[in-house]
């Protein structure tokens, strides 16, 4: 018996990296997933493999929203799983920054996961409770030079998942957010980005299985937790040592 069996998940951004790994995990539990993404070709082979249904939805888009949550309701079942995982990173100091990259950036991190919470909290509601889990970062718990607009979107959903939490709570709707480290992605699988990672306390990057597991404790165990962070950095937010 899995721990979310009978349950209907959707996870955002779930064609690839820690969406796909968070929605083969969640499949695994026994959840019925929605893998959601813009990228087709990548989602619905993802879906195909783990026996879940792909719907393509771009989270910066309120109608698709509007489209994927009744859809998804009437395909599976009310929602009662919401990983908000899609997002974007862009380099740039705040001087650096284009108006242009800093509203793409708000666009997916940010108007994402509040669209997402938006649409899909009544059915959860209604279904009597659920679990919400927003991906941030460590980017959204410390200072962050050089990824300005990605920062301060990652600040932004944190702070979102709080005030949702108190707006839900009488709902019986968790919401918690994780903050990922490097994680070993496509991205970031450069030797540039693993030197990055030389002072961490943990000095490698994480796995996108690792946060995976992070984000199913939060939807399965996390029972006494809401507002929350739930950190998987390699020790970043912690601070570094000096390796040489
Ligand atoms: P990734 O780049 O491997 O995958 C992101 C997925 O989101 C892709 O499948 C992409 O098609 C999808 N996506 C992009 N724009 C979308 C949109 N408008 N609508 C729907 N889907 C869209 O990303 P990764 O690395 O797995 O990151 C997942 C989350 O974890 C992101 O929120 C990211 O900011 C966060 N994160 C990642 C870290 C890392 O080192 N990989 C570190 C800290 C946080």
Not at 25 to 39: K, M, T, W, Y
Not at 91 to 111: C, E, P, Q, S, Y
Not at 207 to 217: G, S
Request: aromatic share 6%; with cysteine.
């Amino acid at each position: 018996m899995g721990k979310l069996d009978g349950r209907v998940a959707l996870v955002t951004g779930a064609a690839r990296g820690i969406g796909a790994a968070s929605a083969a995990l969640l499949a695994a539990e026994g959840a019925r997933v929605a893998v959601c993404d813009i990228n087709e070709a990548d989602g619905k082979q993802l879906a195909e493999s783990i026996g879940g249904t792909f719907y393509r939805l771009d989270v910066t888009d309120e109608n698709d929203w509007a489209d994927a949550a009744a859809g998804i309701s009437s395909d599976l079942g009310p929602v009662t799983v919401l990983v908000n995982n899609a997002g974007v990173g862009t380099g740039g100091t705040i001087r650096d920054t284009t108006t242009r990259d800093w509203h793409r950036v708000m666009a997916i991190n940010v108007d994402g996961p509040f669209f997402g919470m938006r649409e899909v909290s009544p059915q959860m509601a209604e279904a009597g409770g659920g679990v919400i889990v927003n991906v941030s970062s460590v980017a959204g718990l410390v200072g962050s030079p050089g990824i300005a607009a990605y920062s301060a979107s990652k600040w932004a959903l944190r702070g979102l998942t709080k005030v949702a939490a108190l707006e839900f709570a009488d709902d019986n709707i968790r919401v918690l957010s994780v903050h990922p480290g490097v994680v070993r992605t496509p991205i970031t699988d450069s030797d540039f980005m693993r030197e990055r990672v030389r002072n961490r306390p943990i000095p490698r990057q994480g796995e996108p299985e690792e946060l995976a597991k992070m984000v199913l404790f939060c939807v399965a165990d996390a029972t006494f937790s809401t507002g929350s962070e739930f950190v998987a950095d390699g020790g970043h937010a912690t601070g570094s040592i000096n390796r040489g």
